[in-house]
């Protein structure tokens, strides 16, 4: 079998791309491994940035379903930020009146939602199949794919890598290198009756020994919260069976978080994933017919750990340039080379500044001074710097 296009990964940066190409005319192939609804390891928050991406997708309709769905809950109260020493800083977040500045909803919810807005005149759809083999075939690349104990071979174009973190795309076709420096671990557990949460909002603790990553709460819609944690890979020896114990650590160490999860009961089993902070020099982000997105990319940002919208753009952007790629018949690096510049003018000037915050954040000061009441604090308020600061909270 013939196709254009191989989407692998059918989260918001495979889906993105599915309706970038679609709306191109160009048929595709859209895959994953999970059969949906399935649920992901995720912080659950978004704020106004994946509204406006879902925008730029020209899809009114989806960003209009999200919005009307009964597993969103919006959170009026923005996002809570809190310091080492316990102070709170709520980031001024604007937004349109009739909306919240920031939303949490469930992951497996929210991909299941998107998934249902793939055009099947043009998309051939197959969930619960596997990706086993990739490598180049000719004017082609050749991808062996597995459903049970199926197997096909497909031949297509071009390949476009929205498959994660541990992205299968880049390991066979673009040989990637890691720097523990530019990865972080983290830890994430459902549980019911957290305190503190009568104002929906979102909170994140940036304290020690998490510096520079951070413990986050987030409320859902159907009573749950989502806690979780993330910290630099190379602090805690690149082992992620160490999280669990630096969850149980941070919140006996903080009155205010044991205060929050004093009646709180666990619900399910803590579950831990890596993530690849935006603005890394080692990402290899397109290559000889293909392009990666999303996570798959490294499109987290460094300071918030925050990417969905970013992927949602980057499949967008990726599905751009493959359809330019097909028109012209041109799909060497260099050709493809225009959807790292898309990237770079999107999102780098956010990436340098995060990754900058991220290294001064590395002790609880700036922190405690960020959220502090100090004059020099107050008068920082009104500078550009934190405004920009502001901007970088929204997830």
Request: hydrophobic share 45%.
């Amino acid at each position: 079998m013939e196709t254009n296009v191989l989407v692998v990964g059918a989260g918001p940066a495979g889906v993105a791309s599915s309706i970038t190409l679609s709306q191109r005319g160009i048929d595709h192939v859209l895959i994953d491994r999970a059969v949906f609804p399935r649920d992901k390891v995720d912080g659950n928050a978004f704020g106004q940035d994946l509204l406006a991406a879902l925008d730029r997708l020209n899809r009114a309709d989806l960003a209009a379903a999200l919005l009307a769905s009964p597993d969103l809950l919006p959170c009026p109260a923005g996002a809570w930020i809190f310091s080492d020493r316990g102070d709170r800083y709520q980031p001024p977040l604007p937004h349109p009146d009739d909306q919240a500045p920031i939303y949490t909803m469930d992951r497996q919810a929210m991909d299941a939602l998107l998934l249902e807005f793939v055009d099947r005149s043009t998309a051939d759809l197959r969930l619960g199949c596997e990706l086993v083999a990739l490598e180049p075939a000719g004017d082609r690349l050749a991808a062996v794919l597995k459903i049970g104990e199926q197997t096909e071979t497909l031949h297509t174009k071009l390949v476009i890598g929205a498959d994660g973190a541990r992205s299968r795309v880049a390991s066979l076709l673009l040989n990637p290198t890691e720097d523990p420096t530019d990865r972080a671990l983290t830890l994430h557990r459902y549980y019911r009756n957290v305190a503190g949460f009568e104002q929906p909002h979102i909170e994140a603790h940036y304290i020690q020994p998490l510096l520079p990553g951070f413990l986050f709460i987030a409320p859902l819609a159907d009573g749950r919260f989502k806690v979780g944690l993330g910290t630099r890979a190379d602090r805690i020896g690149n082992d992620p069976t160490r999280l669990s114990g630096l969850l149980s650590e941070v919140i006996a160490a903080k009155p205010w978080l044991r205060e929050r999860l004093a009646t709180a009961e666990p619900i399910t089993e803590p579950e831990t994933w890596p993530m690849t902070f935006g603005g890394s020099a080692q990402i290899r982000r397109s290559g000889d017919r293909v392009l990666l997105a999303g996570d798959a990319a490294g499109l987290c940002n460094p300071l918030t750990g925050f990417g969905t919208a970013k992927a949602i753009d980057s499949g967008r952007l990726a599905a751009a340039v493959a359809a330019t790629a097909i028109r012209v018949g041109q799909f060497d690096r260099a050709a493809l080379s225009a959807y790292d510049r898309d990237l770079q003018r999107l999102f780098d000037q956010e990436f340098v500044l995060s990754r900058r915050i991220n290294r001064w954040n590395q002790s609880p000061w700036l922190m405690n001074f960020l959220t502090g009441r100090s004059l020099p604090r107050r008068l920082l308020r009104s500078a550009k710097t934190l405004h920009r600061w502001d901007a970088l909270v929204q997830v």
